[in-house]
């Protein structure tokens, strides 16, 4: 399964590589833009934009509506999988 992970990116690092410095849950790391950067869509003005990451790829822009509601799915799915996870234990 392939999952795209909802970031805002904060800072571009080097406009001639097209990578640029993503936010995923505070968490920073810099990635390629080059799938999200066109001639309407130029490298600066991607500072500030939603984006699915995948795999150190910005993948697509989206809205901040859909990013947060991805993210909080996802924190739900790993909540639930940590209590699953503990169902499966011993009980001491």
Sequence with gaps: MCLGVPGRIVM???SVNQTATVE???VRRQINVACIVDSEH???SCIGVW????VGF???R???AQAIETLNILTELGEAQAEAESMRL???
């Design 62 to 64: 989206i809205g901040e």
């Design 90 to 92: 011993p009980q001491q």
């Design 12 to 14: 571009v690092d080097d």
């Design 42 to 44: 130029p490298i600066e």
């Design 51 to 54: 984006v699915l990451v995948h």
């Design 58 to 60: 910005a993948m697509s």
């Design 24 to 26: 995923i849950c505070g």
